[in-house]
């Protein structure tokens, strides 16, 4: 057994997986032999969802029995609902709203929260993941329209899954281009390899606990500063330049004076431009010729080629996923604090799809720690120390 250290487990392989593939070096990720571009162009969230749970792209039977499926289950119970309310009464902060309500959602569960059903644990898991999925969106959409003091829009079963969730958030229904960019976004973030709240959520199923406790757990790993938020960052950014009114290359000349890091470049796996990156950045193209408004697009493509003639891709700091979903997530009416839970939403698909898939040949998650404590102690009776 190796004594070596390994920090945040970095380069330990602790599993396999048929799941996602991320590829740092050449800038690839792929879902399940799939490339992420082929996905996000071609195939909706929904198909991408029933690749990961079930191995394969979808017929058009399938993918239509899958998604009223998932539709179906996409009404909250009341109980939640005000508890959601009383969240955004109280000023909870949206990550810390959703993993209280997701965790309260096992209590409703048809499947009770148990660990196996009739038909076998992966399928229970899969029933309960399918709910869970299906109803993030109505949570999130209710504890946003809660604390702009208006009453939540009920879900509508005919709209997709990224059409239904804008059209709770707003009382309206997206036009084409937000549907289609919204739907490309989830899936984009549906799945990225052992990151952090992946791995938090594997381990949790590593011990047979349910779904609803893995993905509550993936939630709070997700809502740590270090692994979800950073395109609040580049959004807070984005802001601070317009009200400066400056150019955006003057003021990232000054902020990098300053010792400022420029948020939504860098990755902890990626040294050349994240693939995610380059969809969004067009589809924020899209958006803003669709609404006549470039804004956006003008600053985020001013501050990259910048920084690029300022040759951080020599360095392997590249522009990653967050650079542009801020701007794309803003350009739908997205407010800032709910854009990791929008990653939540997306990502607890791929949550599921690991826990189901570790769990078929499962081996408890337990690792060691280099004790460098005291040899020993005495131990002193309390009155006398």
Known sequence: MSDELKRGLEGVLVA??????????????????????????????????????????????????????????????????DTVRTLAEADERPMAALRTATSML?????????????DGPTETARRQGRRITAKVPTVLAAFERARQGEDPVAP????????????MLTGTEPDAVSEETFDMALTLHADHGLNASTFTAM???????????????G????????????????????????????????????????????????????KVKDPRANILQEKLRDLSESSGDTKWLDYTTAIEEYLTDEGLLEKGIAPN????????????????DMYTPIFAMSRAGGWIAHMV?????????????????PESAELVPIDER
């Open 16 to 81: 396999e997986s048929e799941l996602s593939h991320v590829d740092g070096e050449v800038g690839k990720l792929v879902y399940r032999g799939y490339d992420i571009e082929d996905l996000a162009r071609g195939a909706s969230y929904e198909e991408v969802l029933y690749l990961l749970w079930h191995g394969s792209l979808p017929t058009r039977e399938e993918l239509d029995a899958f998604a009223a499926d998932l539709a179906a289950e996409r009404t909250v119970d009341d109980d939640v609902l």
């Open 357 to 373: 898939e570790y769990q078929a040949d499962n081996r408890l998650i337990r690792p060691r720690a280099r004790y460098t404590g």
């Open 219 to 270: 939630i709070g790993a997700l809502s740590g500063s270090l692994h979800g938020g950073a395109n609040q960052d580049v959004m807070q950014v984005l802001h601070e330049i317009d009200d400066s009114e400056k150019d955006p290359v003057s003021w990232v000349k000054d902020a990098r004076e300053d010792g400022r890091r420029i948020p939504g470049f860098g990755h902890r796996v990626y």
């Open 321 to 336: 996923v967050d650079f542009y979903s801020g701007s794309v997530y803003d350009s739908l009416g997205i407010p800032v």
């Open 106 to 118: 096992s209590a409703y569960d048809p499947d009770g929260n148990v660990d196996e059903g009739d």
């Open 156 to 167: 509508d079963p005919d709209l997709s899954y990224a059409g239904n969730f804008l059209y």
């Open 203 to 217: 381990v949790i199923g590593s011990t047979l606990a349910d779904v609803y406790s893995g993905v509550t757990g």
